[in-house]
Structure formats: C-alpha cells, structure tokens
C-alpha cells in the first residue's frame, strides 16, 4: 500500500550515505520509532535521524499543516544532549506548540532542562513515555506537572511459516482507493479508548480527524499493506500492518471493527490475514501495541497467540503559559 521506498518523501533522509557501522543502528533507531503508535511525529523523526538517529519517536509520516504553529519545520538533526523534540505534526494538528521529552527517564536536573527548552519554544503540551518498571521517574513526572494519560501495552508473538498457506476468509481483502471515505467514517468513531480522547485538553473533533487522517494515509502510503473486512456489502472494518526495514517484525498499526459489526469475528479474521502474509514473506515476528483501558482489544490479539511483551506509562503535561 505504501510508497516503494518510505524515505521517498523526505530527500533529505533518501540522499543520506551512511558507514555500514552506523546504517543498522540508524534502522534499528527508525522502526524502533514507527513501532511505537499514532500517526504524529514520524516526519519528524525521519529529519531528526539524519545525523545518527534519534533517541524516540512515534509513528507514521507527514501530512500538510492542520492549523496554525509558531514553530519552524524541523530539519536538522535533533542535538545529542537535547531534553526534548519539537513534534511538528502534532502541533499542526491540534493547534498548538506540542514537545516530546526525549528518553524515558526523569530526574531534578532534567525537569529543569524540561522546563527551559518548553518555555523557550512556547511549548503547551508535553509528552513523556515512561518505563512501568521506574516508579522514581514516575514521580518526578508528577511532580513536575505531568499527568497520567494513558497506559501502552505491547504484545508479540512468533509467526509460523505454515501459516503462509492459509488463505483469508471471504470477507477480507486489500483496501482499494474506493474505500477511503468509509474507513475514514468508521475510524472517526473507532478509537476512543486513545490517550487522545483521555485528555479533555484535546478537543474530540481533532481526535475524530486524528484517526481518520491515519487510516486514510495508512491506505495511500504509511502502511506496507490494509486489509478490509466487508458486512453487509460494505466496509466494516479494518487493519493496517508495517514490516520494520529489516524485514524481521511485522506491526500491526491501527486496527477497527465498526460497532453494529462487532463481535462477528471480522477482527479475528483481520488479524490471521495479516500473521499469514507475514508468514508468506518470511517474517517471523508480529507485534501490536494497544491502551491499558482497551480491554477488549487486549483480549483479541490474546486470543491469537499475542503475548505482553511491555507496559510504558505515558504522561501529558499543559503549561498554562505555553
């Protein structure tokens, strides 16, 4: 579904030479970032790569700007000792000035490190991924402001090679170009359980519009493929999957089922199409990542074989005076 080459978008990263020491780090630094959710900052993160790698991002690429931004594009690489990152996508998104802090660790000295990068660039929203396993960095995100928005699991499984010879169940096939404005509609109403809609900061328009522009770019480029599950004569449901850029892991990116056609199995029967044509080009592993609160969403990729892997915490901080 997706361009032939996920750099063709930025020239900047596709010229780019690198020493063979540093090209797997770079990748592994790269689908480390797209492996870790929504669509936000992933044009970001590609211009950010291009000096070395950057230390975290989130997942796929760039759209043209949604609303106004007082940050410049960021196109150089983002320095070594750097708190934070400037998440351009996100900003145009929702509005308003957003950050990441950079790592996954906090202490006193980089809570004011934090503080003066966010003051700087008028920052108003911050985002910190946290370790489960690292209760000090947890309390001095709360300390500092930051508050719990959302509890990111992800799950894993291995990929049997037999599984290569099933085939999909008549309700599934590739998305086409046609099926764009119903995907839209039916991820606009799909993915409340998000830390978007946890935070009453982000208005539910702009969090609507989040998920459809992902699945619909997901279709059109991001994804390596998009599988539709039809009901009713119509699309019902959906799943994007992205092959990390050594061709090892298979991710599954965005996953719905719309309401009147749950609990029919469609999401099952995505989700053993899409371990299959993993399975059919040799890769070997698959993983998904999805909310603490999304209880039923655990519970299905359970189901088919997926196991915990990690927990992160994920924290937003707004700054009045951002």
Known sequence: MKSASLLKPFPEIERLSFAPSKLRGFAATLFSAVCRAPPRDFAATLRSCSGVAASCAMAPTRLGSVGPTTMTSQTDPIPADAPCQFLEWDSNHFGVNIGRVNGCQLDDPLCGAIERWSSERKIACLYFFCRADDPASSRWAESAGFHLA????????????????????????????????????????????????????????????????????????????????????????????????????????????????????????LIQTCLSWLASRQIRKATVVTQGRNLAAQRLYQRHGFVSQAMELVYHKWRLNG
Not at 170 to 198: M, Q
């Open 150 to 269: 959302d509890v990111r699991l992800t799950f894993g499984r291995d990929v049997d090679p037999s599984m290569a010879a099933i085939a999909p169940p008549p309700a599934i096939r590739p998305a086409e170009p046609g099926d764009v404005p119903a995907l839209e509609k039916i991820a606009a109403r799909s993915h409340r359980d998000s830390r978007f809609y946890a935070d009453p900061r982000f208005s539910r328009e702009a969090c609507d519009r989040l998920y459809a522009v992902w699945i619909g770019q997901s279709c059109r480029e991001w994804a390596d493929a998009v599988w539709v599950a039809e009901h009713a004569n119509r699309p019902a449901a959906y799943l994007a999957c992205h092959v990390d850029p050594a061709g090892a892991t298979g991710k599954i990116g965005i996953v719905a089922v719309d309401e009147p056609a749950r609990g029919l199995g469609l999401g099952g029967a």
